[in-house]
């Protein structure tokens, strides 16, 4: 018994096995067994809040941007320009949509759409999770989700509303026929230029009703719902045009690889570029491009398109009824009472612009988009397609004058500094060969500064770019506001060779009225609706070159006014300073000029009148040979200018001069003024250039000058003062990098002389 009794004391002493620790400290609350509990309750808790919150939230009544309100547009006086934002929408039964392309909008949008429950949980919880970090909109919501956000919600990126939207979509994907869910998606969608649903959009894009919408066009309107301002052809970038190409191939391959589309016909599919927009109604006459220049600036303030296309906003414009009146009818008188559009195929040609500035607070008083903004949808103010020609001169010789820069010959450059105005001299000190034929190829000899503006002489100026540094010229450009578009590092620089608007022009010269402080075109004076108000900058910014450079500047352009090419701009109403312009082959015509009071740029742009236009030569405008910033141009600014004055003004220039302008002049001497090019001094041609050179008011000029030293002239007295015998530069022929081009002439009738002041 006691053997027995002692067993069960060893066993206990010696287990069979070791039991395992447990665990200790912090690990003891985070089992696996823990974390899976809690796993699961929180997500039976999750679960449970969906469903209460599938319970409690209804299906609501359809939202108020299902009826969206207008825009109101008024000028500066308070009363109204316009009412923009009626709904441009035809609602269509899915049987009047084509298959194709009901499947293209699923394979751009939604592939799993006829047979998902009508939502996208992961996308969902990806917006979720954008939304609460501050990452923006969200992506991956099914054709179900964006129907119910434009039908029955709004476009807020809050949490609350994406839930909303989840549950809401789930009810209707329950309640209603996936082809409804569809058809009701197809009509609520925007798809820009002011089209909601796909038949105002095939309307839009293409000038066809929806029933007749080819695959390829279908594969397009769906993949510009992605991005319908950025993805429009006609306005879009060169980055948005390749997106939008690959979103279309995108679609079209999704179709293939559904079943859809058959591969070989896929293959042949060439890209369905849509046509030209055509403005609402209601934008008939200058409205349309006013509007369209006042929506550009809220865009740029922030303001996005989907704000805007929500309507309610009271938008109050700086545009003068009063001005923009004037400008119309100096248009009409000035120009096209003098076009026979319909009988003369130049005159059909012809498109003008004008933008008027007040150059001490940057407000856009008036604006001249083209002959009806239903009939030319490009707004000839803001296009940027045309080279501003000579009306970039100044700009040239503003450089010289902030830079304190010389000639080759060590001379510093002012009104009265002397270069050579010979024809087709080539420029000395580039590394790209040039040459600039003078107009009519007329040579000058030795030139003021002065006399070199008042004629446009681009011998003159294309040397002084070079002298100055095309690098100077540049920077000094862009600080007045010449836009940084096809600018080139050339001396052709010098003739305007890049691309710019009225409006841009109208800025760099409202910086020069306003003695060299940054003038910024502003035509929206105000934009607020109930829940927000737009701030925006002020138009007048920091000085930008010096007041004595400006106002230099401005001595010379009065000169050309007085006594130049800008001759049909004067007026014993007002004090004025401007300068003229025309392009290479004439397709261009400009005059920009201003008053103390007023800063206004016009032009005339020669367009082919078939859809896709084209520059085209003005030569021949209302039968009077080449066009000139001299003619058409200076005319309408002169008219416009007077009303918008109120007749007569008493305003002066209040200028301050640098030191070079009030410089003794240089040694004189005396030469024959050559009227004919150098025979030998036909340079190679390398390179097309603008060749541009405004008119000598006077056709006779003095051949022999003979002034002997005495006081110094004023800056606009220099046809009679002895230049320099120490002209810069060789004057042996050289390589130029343009062909003789086709200079200005616009030289005044046969015994027609401009009065004198």
Same mark, same amino acid.
């Given at each position: =018994?006691?053997?027995?009794?002692?067993?069960? %004391?060893?066993?206990?002493?010696?287990?069979?096995?070791?039991?395992?620790?447990?665990?200790?400290?912090?690990?003891?609350?985070?089992?696996?067994?823990? *974390?899976?509990?809690?796993?699961?309750?929180?997500?039976?808790?999750? !679960?449970?809040?969906?469903?209460?919150?599938?319970?409690?939230?209804?299906?609501?009544?359809?939202?108020?941007?299902? +009826?969206?309100?207008?825009?109101?547009?008024?000028?500066?006086?308070?009363?109204?320009?316009?009412?923009?934002? +009626?709904?441009?929408?035809?609602?269509?039964?899915?049987?009047?949509?084509?298959?194709?392309?009901?499947?293209?909008?699923?394979?751009?949008?939604?592939?799993?759409?006829?047979?998902?429950?009508?939502?996208?949980?992961?996308?969902?919880?990806?917006?979720?999770?954008?939304?609460?970090?501050?990452?923006?909109? &969200?992506?991956?919501?099914?054709?179900?989700?964006?129907? /119910?956000?434009?039908?029955?919600?709004?476009?807020?990126?809050?949490?609350?509303?994406?839930?909303?939207?989840?549950?809401?979509?789930?009810? /209707?994907?329950?309640?209603?026929?996936?082809?409804?869910?569809?058809?009701?998606?197809?009509?609520?969608?925007?798809?820009?230029?002011?089209?909601?649903?796909? &038949?105002?959009?095939?309307?839009?894009?293409?000038?066809?009703?929806?029933?007749?919408?080819?695959?390829?066009?279908?594969?397009?309107?769906?993949?510009?719902?992605?991005?319908?301002?950025?993805?429009?052809? %006609?306005?879009? $970038?060169?980055?948005?045009?390749?997106?939008?190409?690959?979103?279309?191939?995108?679609?079209?391959?999704? =179709?293939?690889?559904?079943?859809?589309?058959?591969?070989?016909?896929?293959?042949? !599919?060439?890209?369905?570029?849509?046509?030209?927009?055509?403005?609402?109604?209601? !934008?008939?006459?200058?409205?349309?491009?006013?509007?369209?220049?006042?929506?550009?600036?809220?865009?740029?303030?922030?303001?996005?398109?989907?704000?805007?296309?929500?309507?309610?906003?009271?938008?109050?414009?700086?545009?003068?009824?009063?001005?923009?009146?004037?400008?119309?009818?100096?248009?009409?008188?000035?120009?096209?009472?003098?076009?026979?559009?319909?009988?003369?195929?130049?005159?059909?040609?012809? &498109?003008? $612009?004008?933008?008027?500035?007040?150059?001490?607070?940057?407000?856009? *008083?008036?604006?001249?988009?083209?002959?009806?903004?239903?009939?030319?949808?490009?707004?000839?103010?803001?296009?940027?397609?045309?080279?501003?020609?000579? #009306?970039?001169?100044?700009?040239?010789?503003?450089?010289?004058?902030?830079?304190?820069?010389?000639?080759?010959?060590?001379?510093?450059?002012?009104?009265?500094?002397?270069?050579?105005?010979?024809?087709?001299? @080539?420029?000395?000190?580039?590394?790209?060969?040039?040459?600039?034929?003078?107009?009519?190829?007329?040579?000058?000899?030795?030139?003021?500064?002065?006399?070199?503006?008042?004629?446009?002489?681009?011998?003159?100026?294309?040397? !002084?770019?070079?002298?100055?540094?095309?690098?100077?010229?540049?920077?000094?450009?862009?600080?007045?506001?010449?836009?940084?578009?096809?600018?080139?590092?050339?001396?052709?620089?010098?003739?305007?060779? =890049?691309?710019?608007? #009225?409006?841009? =022009?109208?800025?760099?010269?409202?910086?020069?009225?306003?003695?060299?402080?940054?003038?910024?075109?502003?035509?929206?004076?105000?934009?607020?609706?109930?829940?927000?108000? /737009?701030?925006?900058?002020? @138009?007048?910014?920091?000085?930008?070159?010096?007041?004595?450079?400006?106002?230099?500047?401005?001595? /010379?352009?009065?000169?050309?006014?007085?006594?130049?090419?800008?001759?049909? %701009?004067?007026?014993?109403?007002?004090?004025?300073?401007?300068?003229?312009?025309?392009?290479?082959?004439?397709?261009?015509?400009?005059?920009?000029?201003?008053?103390? +009071?007023?800063?206004?740029?016009?032009?005339?742009?020669?367009?082919?009148?078939?859809?896709?236009?084209?520059?085209? #030569?003005?030569?021949?405008?209302?039968?009077?040979?080449?066009?000139?910033?001299?003619?058409?141009?200076?005319?309408?600014?002169?008219?416009?200018?007077?009303?918008?004055?109120?007749?007569?003004?008493?305003?002066?220039?209040?200028?301050?001069?640098?030191?070079?302008?009030?410089?003794?002049?240089?040694?004189?001497?005396?030469?024959?003024?050559?009227?004919?090019?150098?025979?030998?001094?036909?340079?190679?041609?390398?390179?097309?250039?603008?060749?541009?050179?405004?008119?000598?008011?006077?056709?006779?000029?003095?051949?022999?000058?003979? #002034?002997?030293?005495?006081?110094?002239?004023?800056?606009?007295?220099?046809?009679?003062?002895?230049?320099? @015998?120490?002209?810069?530069?060789?004057?042996?022929?050289?390589?130029?990098?343009?062909?003789?081009?086709?200079?200005?002439? $616009?030289?005044?009738?046969?015994?027609?002389?401009?009065?004198?002041?």
């Amino acid at each position: =018994m006691g053997r027995a009794e002692a067993r069960p %004391a060893a066993r206990k002493r010696s287990p069979r096995r070791a039991t395992k620790a447990e665990p200790t400290g912090i690990r003891r609350f985070f089992t696996w067994r823990k *974390v899976l509990g809690a796993f699961f309750t929180l997500a039976l808790l999750g !679960m449970g809040a969906l469903y209460v919150i599938y319970l409690l939230v209804p299906v609501p009544e359809a939202n108020a941007q299902a +009826e969206l309100q207008s825009n109101t547009y008024k000028y500066a006086d308070g009363t109204v320009l316009a009412r923009d934002g +009626e709904v441009n929408r035809e609602i269509v039964g899915l049987e009047k949509v084509p298959k194709d392309v009901q499947n293209a909008f699923v394979a751009a949008e939604n592939k799993t759409f006829w047979k998902d429950s009508g939502v996208d949980f992961k996308g969902t919880a990806r917006g979720v999770l954008n939304t609460l970090t501050g990452k923006g909109k &969200q992506g991956g919501s099914t054709i179900t989700q964006q129907y /119910v956000k434009n039908y029955y919600l709004n476009q807020d990126q809050t949490v609350s509303r994406k839930l909303k939207e989840l549950v809401i979509s789930l009810k /209707v994907d329950q309640r209603k026929e996936k082809s409804d869910i569809l058809a009701g998606y197809l009509n609520t969608s925007y798809f820009g230029r002011n089209a909601y649903g796909i &038949q105002a959009a095939a309307q839009a894009y293409y000038g066809v009703d929806v029933s007749e919408l080819n695959v390829e066009q279908g594969a397009y309107l769906a993949s510009l719902l992605q991005a319908p301002s950025q993805y429009d052809w %006609a306005v879009a $970038g060169e980055t948005g045009k390749k997106l939008v190409t690959e979103r279309w191939n995108y679609t079209l391959n999704n =179709m293939v690889e559904e079943g859809w589309l058959d591969q070989s016909k896929r293959s042949g !599919m060439k890209f369905p570029t849509p046509k030209e927009p055509k403005p609402a109604p209601g !934008m008939e006459g200058q409205t349309g491009y006013i509007v369209e220049a006042a929506n550009r600036e809220l865009r740029e303030q922030g303001v996005s398109d989907q704000e805007l296309r929500a309507g309610g906003w009271s938008i109050t414009l700086n545009i003068d009824p009063k001005r923009q009146k004037a400008l119309e009818q100096a248009v009409g008188e000035q120009l096209e009472s003098e076009l026979d559009r319909k009988g003369n195929k130049t005159d059909a040609t012809v &498109q003008a $612009g004008a933008t008027s500035v007040d150059p001490k607070t940057g407000k856009v *008083v008036a604006l001249y988009g083209g002959v009806d903004a239903t009939k030319h949808w490009v707004s000839n103010a803001t296009r940027q397609d045309y080279t501003p020609a000579s #009306t970039f001169k100044p700009l040239v010789f503003a450089a010289a004058l902030e830079h304190g820069s010389k000639t080759q010959d060590g001379r510093p450059i002012g009104p009265k500094t002397i270069y050579d105005g010979t024809s087709k001299r @080539p420029v000395v000190g580039s590394d790209t060969p040039y040459a600039p034929q003078n107009q009519d190829g007329r040579s000058y000899g030795p030139v003021t500064v002065q006399k070199a503006t008042d004629s446009s002489i681009n011998s003159a100026y294309a040397q !002084m770019a070079v002298d100055v540094g095309l690098d100077k010229v540049k920077e000094t450009a862009l600080k007045l506001g010449v836009p940084d578009k096809n600018y080139p590092a050339r001396p052709s620089t010098a003739l305007g060779s =890049m691309n710019a608007s #009225t409006w841009d =022009m109208a800025g760099v010269y409202a910086t020069l009225d306003n003695h060299g402080k940054k003038v910024t075109p502003a035509i929206v004076a105000s934009a607020e609706r109930k829940d927000r108000t /737009v701030e925006f900058d002020d @138009p007048i910014g920091r000085q930008v070159i010096s007041r004595e450079s400006a106002d230099t500047v401005t001595s /010379v352009l009065k000169g050309v006014v007085d006594n130049g090419s800008g001759f049909n %701009a004067r007026s014993s109403a007002y004090q004025a300073a401007g300068k003229t312009g025309t392009s290479e082959n004439n397709n261009a015509a400009w005059f920009a000029g201003y008053t103390p +009071e007023l800063t206004t740029v016009v032009a005339l742009f020669g367009e082919k009148p078939t859809e896709g236009g084209g520059q085209v #030569t003005l030569t021949g405008t209302a039968n009077s040979g080449r066009a000139s910033g001299s003619g058409f141009p200076a005319k309408i600014w002169a008219d416009y200018t007077r009303s918008a004055l109120g007749g007569d003004s008493n305003e002066k220039f209040d200028l301050e001069l640098a030191d070079i302008a009030t410089a003794l002049p240089s040694p004189t001497w005396t030469q024959e003024e050559s009227q004919e090019p150098e025979p030998d001094a036909t340079p190679s041609r390398t390179e097309e250039e603008p060749q541009e050179q405004e008119p000598d008011p006077d056709p006779k000029p003095t051949h022999t000058q003979t #002034t002997e030293p005495g006081p110094d002239p004023s800056p606009t007295d220099t046809e009679t003062q002895k230049p320099d @015998p120490r002209p810069t530069g060789p004057t042996e022929p050289a390589p130029t990098e343009s062909g003789t081009g086709d200079p200005d002439d $616009g030289t005044l009738p046969d015994g027609e002389r401009p009065s004198r002041p």
